[in-house]
């Protein structure tokens, strides 16, 4: 199981290995406050993708579609993380505000797909 977390939440012990899945860092973070182990900013929506989603909740169905194309040219990186989820808790973190629809939430249901 895959835990998700917000950059801007502190780090705890439960989280396991800690991966940063964004593009950019997120703002106003530390990376010592992060703790971040692991920064998978190649398997993150496309700066393109990024800007055109804007988070707006109207897109989100066709973010997901758009984000799901550019993972499937992204094989090394998937089998890495799909080998560090089988053996690792992990917690995906993330900068948006909206936990409910963004990528590190995509990236979880393209690899639970």
Known sequence: M?????AYEAA??????RILVERLWPRGVSKQNARIELWL???APSTELRKWYGH???RWPEFQERYREE????????ILLKYVIKEKKVTFVFASSDEER????ALIKFLEG
């Open 71 to 78: 993972l499937k040219d992204k094989g090394d990186f998937l």
């Open 12 to 17: 705890s012990p439960d989280d396991g290995l």
């Open 2 to 6: 895959i835990q998700l977390k917000r």
């Open 102 to 105: 963004n990528s590190a939430v």
């Open 56 to 58: 707006d909740p109207a």
């Open 41 to 43: 900013k190649d398997l």
